[in-house]
């Protein structure tokens, strides 16, 4: 059976997060364990239980690809003299909305980490962070396994920290051994106001959106075209990022307000990828150096062709190359929506 335990006092939080970093939650208040919590007990034994959450990414400002740096989780309590290994594992799922069955999770990773007998808000982090794809429209999941040992002759309890003080999507719950094999919402269990803290740490890679595929060049791949800086025109710090281009070449970067899809354009091996009128920094030629990598930042103050962006606007950008063989290529496009 799913048992609640003893409710335990308010306990603060053990970590922050950087400047730079989001921390998604669906917790009314994710500093404190002051609620009920929960784990699998079979027989009077308690056994293996996982705790999860859903995250729409959209759902929290996070509108490109971005990667998992850290999770918290809430532990409300161990009774064992030694510290106890919690499972933290992060998965893409192709079912967005409800959590979805476990067929339909990909496994991005896990991280380990060894739990003090202290219920407090505790973080794991994860080196290198998680790369997850906006693109996919998949929903972020996480999962925290409490693992206690096999057999638990000593009945050692190992409990996720909650409290009732809301939420903003359900909890869920597995165990096998209490017969619940698919994460279920605790609500379905009977435990309405049990609200188990799990926040991931997101970091964005990219505030660019790639949309236009790129032809491979003499490199063997493609190049791919990263933004990123600031999307805010005030700030003036955006910044493109090529890679995976030729080395020793030389090119220059387009932009456009409008997308087109136009292969093998003005004799090149490459796929335009803009709508016309172009905007071409021709006056800025780059070079590809001896590690086939272009960074180059464009001042929005003095575009070329008198060009003006203002808030609110998507521009898209690509890079025209030059590549051995006496032909010339692109790299994949992005659209960045500045604000």
């Known amino acids: 059976m799913i048992r609640p335990l003893v409710a335990c006092s308010a306990l603060a939080l053990t ?21 009920y919590v929960l784990m699998c007990s079979a027989s009077g034994v308690p056994w293996d239980t996982s705790t999860w959450r859903a995250y729409t990414p959209a759902d929290h400002g996070q509108l490109h690809d971005f ?14 003299p030694t510290d106890m290994p919690a499972v933290v594992r992060v998965y893409a799922d192709s079912s967005p909305g409800m959590l979805g069955p476990l067929a339909d999770l990909t496994l991005l990773g896990e991280a380990t980490m060894l739990v003090p007998n202290e219920p407090l808000v505790h973080a794991v982090d994860f080196a ?69 803290i799990i926040d991931p740490v997101v970091d964005r890679v990219d505030i660019g959106n790639t949309y236009c595929p790129a032809h491979v060049n003499s490199t063997g791949f493609f190049a791919r075209l990263l933004a990123q800086g600031s999307d805010r025109v005030g700030d003036n710090a955006l910044t493109l990022l090529a890679l995976r281009v030729p080395k020793h070449q030389v090119g220059y970067f387009l932009m456009s307000d409008t997308r087109d899809f136009v292969p ?9 990828c803009l709508g016309q009128p172009l905007v071409r920094f021709s006056d800025d030629i780059v070079h590809t150096g001896t590690d086939g990598e272009i960074v180059f930042t464009p001042d929005l103050t003095q575009l070329p062709q008198m060009t ?20 010339s290529n692109t790299s994949t496009a992005t659209e960045v929506i500045f604000q």
Request: charged share 15%; hydrophobic share 40%.
């Open 67 to 80: 990667e998992v740096e850290r999770v918290f989780f809430g532990i409300s309590m161990h009774t064992a």
């Open 15 to 35: 970590a922050a997060t950087s400047a730079a970093q989001v921390r998604l939650s669906h917790s009314v208040n994710n500093t404190e364990i002051t609620g």
């Open 264 to 272: 093998y354009f003005g004799g090149s091996l490459g796929i335009l």
């Open 308 to 327: 003006v962006i203002q808030p609110g606007e998507t521009w898209n950008f690509q890079l025209w190359f030059r590549d051995i063989g006496n032909t």
């Open 128 to 196: 290198p962070p998680l790369f997850f794809d906006f693109g996919s429209g998949d929903d972020l999941v996480i999962e925290v396994e409490l693992d206690v040992p096999e057999p638990n002759t000593d009945q050692i309890y190992f409990a996720a920290g909650a409290n009732d003080e809301g939420e903003t999507r359900p909890t869920y719950l597995s165990a096998s051994n209490c017969g619940v094999a698919e994460p279920q919402p605790l609500a379905s269990l009977g435990f309405p106001d049990s609200h188990v």
